[in-house]
């Protein structure tokens, strides 16, 4: 039986974070490609080389072009340009929906059975040229947002109480932009309601830093966006397939009628594992989350339209 393969396209930030998170935690064996020579073989052999000290086996290999993919279970794309501080997300279209096209055109044609995974930016507009480019049934291709802006919501929340962060239960839905919606109805610390926890007006605070949390880091980088915990996510996403684990996680899916939305890649919650997105569930949110989730939908399908495809 061979190990899984992971390709990871884009070596920069995200991309050789990624790589260093899924081989350390053993996932499959990891292809880094990316157009800068020498660079994506570096990281791989400078990971190869931690191999000793932590002891996982693994291969890591970098590459400049696919060969080295053929076959992948899992291609994660983080490959294009990230912003900068004043940037939006949608700054990004034109340049990433060209890089994101002809990556995807490029790992399709070696791993025609592929789980595509998107993380370039803007993101739900990415995936959607993922999605048309390959030509794959939607089940197999899936945006990485709502898992990361989780983490951030659970993480603010945990360092206002106090608590571990593991106790707070949270779901962040909408497209990965700052009009994103965290869920506030449905958020408990161990089965406790957030509304018993905090002021209505601490809540909102922390809502909003959520949804401006990208922008915190690109403000503080200046050089760059965030990238520890976005390969986080991705590679979470990645793990729930590769181990069939039927997690239940946002990520931008495409949607068919759900949430009364159509043609559009959205931050949903589905069931991730070895089928890929093998189920959308349809929450029940209240009157004022359901508007600010078509409000963020409005943004996201402005985005999708520009892309003219
Ligand atoms: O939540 C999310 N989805 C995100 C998205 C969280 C963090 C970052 N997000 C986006 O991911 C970000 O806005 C960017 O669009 C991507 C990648 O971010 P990263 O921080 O990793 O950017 P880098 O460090 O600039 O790396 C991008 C790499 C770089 O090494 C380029 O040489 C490479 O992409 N690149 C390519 N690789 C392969 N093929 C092509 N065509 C190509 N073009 C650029």
Redesign the pocket.
Known sequence: MSRPKITV???????ATCAHWAAARELGDVVL????EG?PQGKALDLMQARPIFGFNVEVAGANDYQATKNSDIVII??????KPGMS?ED?INT?KK?VS??TRQVVAKSPKAMLII???P?DAMCYVAYKVSGFPARRVM???GI?DTARYRCFIAMQLKVAVDEIQAMVLGG?GDDMVPLVSNTNISGTPLTHLLSKKKIAELVERTRKG?GEIVSLLKT????FA?AAAAVQMAEAIIKDQKRLVPVSAYLTGEYGLNDLFFGVPVILGARGIEKILTLKLSPTEAAMLQESAATVARTRDELQM
């Open positions: 396209v884009g070596a920069g930030n995200v991309g490609v990316d157009v800068v660079m983080t490959a294009g340009i990230a912003r997300r990004l990433n890089i002809e990556v993380v370039s930016n993101l945006g990485m947002a990361l990965h990208g760059g966006s965030a990238y976005p």
